[in-house]
């Protein structure tokens, strides 16, 4: 059997930052990326936030291919036939260094690839691994369809469904409620068009979400997110929050619903659909992270549960790419005492845990039992609306006070004891 230092499955953030991570070690290092190039079947929102990333890889941002600076922020309560938009714009988020990026997967990890392939990692694409070599407990290597080969140590990076993390015995069975279902379409404009649409200067971006109706009461939501010439338009929908829901309903549609509504057909309005895409998002946060190392391997990135739904914003890139630059270190460390052992390689949790990874799982390990309150998909974006279309409407009676039609919608829809103790659940975040 060949053998190598450091074997990579899974040619994404999670891997390709630990690959560059372990690049100038001295060490063999190769990806095994089941894609046709790394990207090509990585899917995101997508916004990523440079400030936790700018520590662990310092050296990566001035060339990278990232789309717009994100300086807009728009939080959208849908109702059936209304909706209320909170809009923030902040200049503090339109000075370098910006905070944030939309960014496209597919020139992303495809440049990262390339980088660490200069550098002297072999990225190889188009090889699925099937299986890890073990030796008693220890991971010796793994098996592709045509080959094997050893390592020192493997770094499962493989993705949301983690195989190597189910074949090393470090991942608990998957709860449907850990998972959301994603659909996403990059829809070409052109970039004045979307600057125009959006009232951005050149470069700026916007970031979208929206709740309430278009998931017909189904945990989830819809992004927007403005590239430099596309939109990324998507949905997301709990699968246990689905899977609960009699009759079942054909979720591919809802995009298609959402593409539909005013609020959204007039921002994409002459765009072309470029690409489309479904994937699974963890929304388990802390509960379900598996034990992150065993002998002779490493998990980082989706494949080790590192991803969270802060309700206002999704997380999971910045994750993937600083846990693979954990692991690098934890392997550069483990090289110099020749010893990957568990006992050796534990020092990846430990790593973990001080970052801000663990700190922020752990501040929002309360969020999932939040997301399952199916009032804040429905009831909330529906009165809110309500409340404001109420406001603002002039007809042919003569116009109620400000205080009695908002005291009025407060009291009927808010001054209960439900709304208390959604009011109480969300102090936990
Ligand atoms: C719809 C959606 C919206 C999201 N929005 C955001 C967002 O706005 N911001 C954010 O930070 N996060 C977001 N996320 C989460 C984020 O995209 C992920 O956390 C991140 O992509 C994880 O990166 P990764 O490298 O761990 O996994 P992946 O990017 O999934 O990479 C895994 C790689 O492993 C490869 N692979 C898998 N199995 C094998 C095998 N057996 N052999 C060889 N190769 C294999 C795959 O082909 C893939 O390239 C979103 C996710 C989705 C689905």
Known sequence: MDKVDVIIVGGGLAGLSCAYELADSGMTVIVLERGDFSGSKNVTGGRIYLGPLRHYLPNLWKEAPLERHVTKELITLLGDANS????????RFNQEPYPSYTILRAKFDRWLADLVSEKGVFVIPQKNVNDLIKEGEKVIGVKTEDEEIGADCVVASDGILSFMAEKAGLRK??????????FKEVIALNSNIIEDRFRLGEKEGAAQLFVGILTKGIMGGG?????QESLSLGIVVGIHSLNQREPREEIYKFLDEFKGRPEIKNLIKGGEVMEYSAHLISEGGIHTIPKVYGNGILITGDAAGLGLNMLVTVRG???AMASGVLAGRTIKMAKEKNDFSASTLANYEKLLNESFIMREMSQYQNTLSILENKRLFSKYPQA???LFEKVMRVDENPKEGLYKTIWETVKKD???FETFKDWLQFRKI
Do not use: R
Not at 173 to 182: R, S, T
């Open 223 to 227: 992004f927007l997110y403005t590239n």
């Open 414 to 416: 808010f001054l209960n």
């Open 384 to 386: 809110i609306s309500d």
């Open 84 to 91: 209320t938009t909170f809009e923030l714009y902040s200049d």
């Open 317 to 319: 890139m910045e994750y």
């Open 173 to 182: 069975p998957f709860q449907p409620q850990h998972f959301a279902l994603g």
